[in-house]
């Protein structure tokens, strides 16, 4: 037992006899720590992204909120009724009066 963590240790199993598929597969665990480091970056990556893009759409609803507001406002009656009293129209004092047509 204490031999072999020896050789281990002093790197013996990288230059015997059946060194090659020691390499391969050191290699491949190499490989496999790569695709890892880089799958990790990917998603973080689109981490940050998803936080952006949650950011901007609050923004968006927050404006959407504001216009719509702005936008209810301007309909009110009484608005109306100053915008068009400085142009100087002014609302009707009779009401309005229904036409039926009845054909014969």
Same mark, same amino acid.
Request: no cysteine.
């Given at each position: ?14 230059? @015997?006899?059946? *060194?090659? &598929?020691?390499?391969?597969? =050191?290699?491949? $665990? %190499? ?8 799958? @990790?970056?990917? *998603?973080? &990556?689109?981490?940050?992204? =998803?936080?952006? $893009? %949650? ?22 009656? %009484? ?26």
């Amino acid at each position: 037992m204490k031999k072999n963590f020896y050789n281990i240790v002093k790197g013996k199993f990288l230059v @015997s006899d059946d *060194a090659l &598929k020691n390499w391969r597969f =050191i290699i491949f $665990l %190499s490989f496999l720590a790569l695709v890892m480091i880089g799958s @990790s970056h990917s *998603a973080d &990556k689109k981490v940050h992204k =998803i936080a952006d $893009l %949650s950011n901007d759409v609050k923004e968006l609803k927050s404006e959407y909120v504001d216009v719509r507001m702005q936008l209810m406002q301007s309909k009110m009656e %009484s608005k109306i009724i100053s915008a068009m009293e400085q142009r100087g129209l002014t609302p009707s004092v009779t009401p309005p009066q229904k036409i039926i047509i009845t054909t014969e």
